[in-house]
C-alpha cells in the first residue's frame, strides 16, 4: 500500500509541476503582452505557487504593487493598469482548468477529466486547501484499490465447461 501511494504521489507531483510550468509560462506570456514590469519573473512566481492549486491567487499582492508601480512611472491610469492584469489571470484561469489540468493530470493519473474536475471539488470542499493537494492521488488510490480488489473479489466465479456443477 505505501508502494501504492508514492507512485501515485510521484505521478501527482510531476503532473502538477508540468501544469506550474505552463501556467508561468502563460502568465509571462500574459504579462508580456501588456507590457507589464518583471513580467517573466512575476509569471514564473505565480506559475510555482500553482504547485499547489489555487495558490496562485497570492500572487495578486505583487501584482497590485507592480501596479502601481508601472502606473506612477508611466502614468497611466492604475486601475486600466489592474484590469489588465486581472484578465490576464482570467484567461490563463481559464485555460488551466479546462484545458491544462484536465489534460495534463488525465494523462499522468490515468484519470477521466470529469473526475479530475469532481474530485478536487469534493476533497476541496471536505479539507480545503490540503484537500485540493491530496485530491488526485487519493481519488486514483482509492479507484485502483476499488478495481483491485472490490471489483475481482464481488465477481462470481462461474464452473468452468468441464467442470460438472455437482
Given amino acids: 500500500m505505501v508502494a501504492d501511494v508514492e507512485e501515485g504521489m510521484n505521478k501527482y507531483f510531476r503532473g ?14 500574459g504579462f508580456l503582452i501588456i507590457d507589464f514590469p518583471l513580467a517573466i519573473a512575476l ?7 500553482n504547485m499547489v492549486p489555487y495558490l496562485q491567487l497570492v500572487g495578486l499582492i505583487p501584482t497590485i504593487i507592480l501596479a502601481i508601480v508601472k502606473a506612477a512611472d508611466t502614468g497611466y491610469n492604475f486601475w486600466f493598469i489592474l484590469l489588465m492584469a486581472l484578465v490576464v489571470f ?7 482548468d479546462t484545458f491544462l ?6 494523462h499522468v493519473t490515468g484519470l477521466n477529466s470529469a473526475i479530475i474536475l ?11 486547501i490540503l484537500g485540493m493537494i491530496i485530491a488526485l492521488p487519493m ?17 462470481p466465479s462461474l464452473p468452468s465447461s468441464s467442470e460438472s456443477p455437482l
Fill in 118 to 128: 469532481l474530485s478536487l471539488s469534493i476533497w476541496g470542499s471536505l479539507l480545503g
Fill in 16 to 29: 502538477q509541476a508540468l501544469v506550474a510550468l505552463c501556467v508561468g509560462i502563460l502568465f509571462s506570456i
Fill in 139 to 155: 481519488t486514483t488510490l482509492l479507484i485502483n484499490y476499488y478495481q483491485k480488489y472490490v471489483i475481482k473479489q464481488k465477481s
Fill in 101 to 106: 489540468t484536465p489534460k495534463i493530470m488525465g
Fill in 90 to 96: 482570467a484567461v490563463v484561469q481559464i485555460i488551466q
Fill in 43 to 49: 509569471g514564473m512566481f505565480i506559475g510555482l505557487l
